[in-house]
């Protein structure tokens, strides 16, 4: 069975905080897997992208205005700031009703079909982020498979325009699930 929408965030914060976790202060400034971004970079889109999410669940309706490049948003130690985003978002979505209606940047949607979403990037990026300090994380089975019930329905050219996932990449003979879902999403494992 495929996981909820607030469970796949909630866990997604879990595994993205793991890896923030692994990353000394040396490790922010190396290249990641994102072309053009530091692994503090990847770190501020995530952060941002959280806090946006945070206020939408809250009620408020914030200006999306991003910024570059991300690093820069980022506020004293990463792990710290990273720390005080990840504990508000999971306050926020405690107890959330997945099914009601909110107006966000996407137009009219479910605060389920909200979360979808970020709830992918906290994997993905979780393992943008480890990688930049030479760590391999697994993403798990559950979040594959829930991934895949979110992108599969999209037609693949919204989903890979770059702005999301960038063309998928073979795997590797002899890949893993988790290494063959991450060159699906367009990520170069060499």
Request: glycine content about 12%.
């Amino acid at each position: 069975m495929t996981l909820k929408p607030d469970v796949a965030f909630v866990q997604g914060l879990d595994f993205f905080s793991d890896a923030v976790g692994r990353l000394g202060p040396a490790d922010w400034d190396r290249p990641s897997p994102c072309q053009g971004w530091r692994a503090l970079d990847v770190l501020g889109h995530v952060g941002q992208a959280t806090r946006f999410g945070t206020a939408l669940l809250q009620g408020d309706r914030p200006e999306w205005a991003p910024v570059e490049p991300p690093g820069d948003l980022v506020d004293g130690a990463p792990a710290g700031w990273w720390a005080g985003l990840a504990s508000r978002a999971r306050d926020a979505v405690g107890g959330v009703d997945l099914d009601q209606v909110v107006d966000s940047p996407a137009g009219r949607r479910s605060v389920g079909d909200g979360l979808s979403f970020p709830a992918l990037d906290l994997y993905i990026h979780g393992w943008d982020i480890a990688r930049s300090g030479g760590v391999d994380l697994v993403i798990p089975a559950a979040a594959i498979e829930f991934a895949h019930s979110v992108i599969d329905p999209v037609p693949d050219g919204t989903v890979r325009n770059g702005r999301v996932f960038a063309a998928a990449k073979p795997a590797p003979a002899g890949a893993t699930e988790s290494e063959a879902f991450l060159a699906w999403t367009g990520r170069d494992l060499a």
